[in-house]
């Protein structure tokens, strides 16, 4: 059994529906993650998880007791807000203490379990500091050092690291998939950042108006796409749209309007002919090559012209019109050092790819 | 050499910046306060007011009279005590009254908060002793509030009490007068109070109650030591309340004062009583503030 069950939950404010029948099960120890773009019902599904606000239908159980009813401050959560709410007229350690307090844990516990907590966030030399004598890097440490100190059986984090800028950000999710090995306890972790999401999460559900539009591991979901809100809303993604002429075994002829036959694996196994959908194609699996050169394997082959090109340090992406008008967007590596672009603008290139990097997506 | 010159201008910038107030704390508060003090050690004039400060033989006419005058009676002590006592009830009364007002008000929709505070501040646009005479007749013998409660009081076999002229009467109008001062230092603090620290403290497993004692609460007490100064220190000076309805009973050490000047005409004596109330309210103050710091302890 899961440990944490939500059952066909819904949030309505007004006439607008943030949360629409969602259901998912959560496993102890898992990191797992509620991706979307703002207003996706995100936030809204998180709160009621902590109680701050009642589901209007469904239920939330946690370790098999229905928590639908029970306030946040009974619940057995922790919350780490984004702005991360640390009390500013108390310590690191009266901070992490609050919740041992409150909990009626005896005095002379509490220093031994604050220690430990603050060792868990590498924050010891920090307990008698206030929070406004600290970077915002470790106050979100103690945030989430307040958070687990009661070690709670489920740990919510509300974007926690939107507000440091990119590079501590980075520092910090190694830190957190390390904290949350260490700690085992279970994560759910919203953000709109979709690469903070799959290098986070054991398991992301991708969220758009109120719905999960798709529940994987973080690889499944940036390769196989289950829509095309998924395929655009994860990393760059090329979308044409596509009928389908054959399928054998997962693998589809398309056509693609005005472009021609191209050949794409499918999540569903057999298609009929007829179904209309859309391809989807992440750039960096698109080979981009002058044209008459042999092309390194590619079973699809379409010809262009550059159009535009974004240097981006490690890599340049190409924008590259087709003959009929559509436009692709394809990497590559600028593996030679001083090299930043193989193409000018105005080049006719030849663009290809494998059979298995195209995804079709059923409309 | 350009790094003297700098320095100049630093120091010439921050004596621009720093001069009008501080000329202004001088012009209106160091230079009469110096008067007052002066004015303790001085002798009285023969009709009032002060004896030149040069005798004609030629030496100087200072004394620690008066000095000796308040010290050798328990008279004024024990009248200090009182004001102090009828100020401090006071504050409480404030404190405990415009609270929860302050934090309703700072909880209510944005569209009302200003008209919330409009009315607060309501009474100060009608003149002081009519708001003071208004008490008279609600507190008066003939009044619904007096007849009601000895209607009551007579009914249990008790005899009828007069609510006028006594220190009841002072300290209801007291807190009437300083209430408003409360509210808005507290409602100015509790406004900006985040309200996601009430849900992280929720969320941390506090209830009600401890929501309260350990978050806003303490977050309130720069608001609580503001409005309590406001109220505790003119409440403490005060005479024009305790000379209108208090009676022989609810004298007050502002009374006293008042009387100094206007009726006695010893100002030296008057200064001596002055610089006593503004040294007691000053370390009251003072020692509040100290008590109200945040400390560096765990708990």
Redesign the interface.
């Known amino acids: 059994m899961a440990l944490l069950d939500i059952e066909n939950v819904t949030r309505r404010f007004g006439s607008m529906t943030a949360v629409n029948g969602v259901s998912l099960s959560i496993e102890a120890g898992e990191f797992f993650t509620l991706l979307g773009p703002s207003g996706c019902g995100k936030t809204t599904l998180l709160r009621m998880i902590a109680g701050f606000d009642p589901p209007d239908g469904g239920r939330i159980v946690l370790g098999g007791q229905d928590l639908t009813h029970v306030p946040p401050e009974r619940r057995p959560v922790r919350t780490v807000f984004q702005s991360y709410a640390l009390f500013p007229h108390m310590t690191v350690a009266a901070n992490v203490a609050f919740p041992l307090k409150m909990a009626k844990v005896p005095a002379t516990e509490i220093p031994a379990k604050v220690d430990a907590a603050l060792e868990d966030v590498r924050l010891q030399p920090f307990a008698n500091r206030f929070p406004h004598e600290l970077s915002g890097g470790q106050r979100q440490r103690v945030a989430i050092g307040r958070a687990l100190v009661t070690k709670p059986s489920v740990m919510l984090l509300d974007e926690p690291l939107a507000a440091l800028d990119a590079k501590l950000r980075g520092e910090m999710q190694i830190e957190l998939i390390n904290l949350q090995k260490e700690v085992g306890i279970t994560f759910v972790y919203v953000t709109h950042d979709q690469t903070e999401a799959l290098a986070l999460s054991h398991r992301i559900a991708v969220m758009n108006e109120g719905r999960i539009e798709q529940l994987d591991e973080p690889s499944k979901i940036y390769s196989f796409p289950a829509n095309r809100f998924v395929a655009d809303f994860i990393g760059e993604c090329n979308i044409l749209s596509a009928t389908v002429t054959s399928c054998d075994a997962g693998v589809c002829s398309l056509e693609l309007a005005g472009i021609g036959t191209v050949r794409a694996t499918a999540s569903v196994p057999s298609l009929r002919p007829g179904v209309a959908g859309a391809l989807a194609l992440r750039p960096e699996k698109i080979a981009i090559n002058t044209p008459g050169q042999p092309a390194g394997g590619g079973d699809n082959h379409l010809t262009g012209r550059v159009m535009d090109f974004l240097y981006q340090g490690d890599v340049t992406i190409y924008m590259v019109e087709l003959a009929s008008g559509n436009r692709l967007e394809a990497m590559r590596p600028n593996s030679a050092s001083g090299r930043a672009r193989f193409f000018d603008v105005g080049d006719a290139v030849d663009v290809s790819w494998k059979i298995d990097a195209g995804h079709f997506l059923v409309d | 050499m350009s790094d003297a010159i700098h320095r100049q201008a630093a120091a010439r910038a921050k004596w621009l910046v720093a001069g009008p107030p501080l000329l202004y704390l001088i012009v209106f508060f160091a230079v009469p306060t110096l008067l007052m003090v002066v004015a303790s050690f001085r002798v009285a004039g023969e009709f009032g007011g002060l004896a030149p400060l040069q005798s004609e033989s030629g030496g100087w006419n200072l004394s620690l009279e008066s000095y000796a005058r308040f010290f050798s009676s328990t008279l004024y002590l024990q009248l200090f005590a009182k004001s102090f006592l009828y100020a401090l009830l006071t504050t409480a009364i404030c404190l405990a009254l415009a609270y929860p007002l302050a934090w309703l008000i700072a909880r209510s929709p944005k569209r009302y908060r200003d008209l919330l505070l409009l009315l607060v501040i309501l009474p100060f646009w009608s003149n002081f002793l009519i708001r003071v005479y208004a008490w008279m007749i609600i507190l008066g013998p003939e009044w619904a509030l007096a007849r009601a409660l000895n209607g009551l009081l007579g009914a249990f076999g008790f005899a009828p009490v007069t609510l006028m002229f006594s220190p009841f009467a002072v300290i209801v109008v007291l807190v009437y007068v300083h209430l408003p001062f409360m509210v808005l230092p507290l409602y100015a603090n509790l406004e900006k109070h985040?309200p996601?620290?009430l849900?992280?403290?929720?969320?941390?497993?506090?209830?009600a109650w401890?929501r309260f004692r350990?978050?806003t609460w303490?977050?309130s007490l720069p608001g609580v030591f503001a409005g309590s100064a406001l109220v505790f220190i003119p409440a403490f000076g005060i005479f024009a309340v305790p000379d209108l309805v208090g009676g022989t009973d609810g004298i007050m050490i502002g009374n006293v004062i008042k009387q100094q000047f206007l009726e006695a005409r010893d100002w030296p004596f008057g200064s001596v009583l002055s610089i006593v109330l503004t040294v007691t309210a000053l370390a009251v103050t003072g020692l509040a503030a100290l008590a109200a710091r945040?400390r560096?302890?765990?708990?």
């Open positions: 985040d996601t620290l849900d992280a403290a929720r969320d941390l497993g506090a209830h401890q350990h978050v303490p977050l945040p560096r302890s765990a708990a």
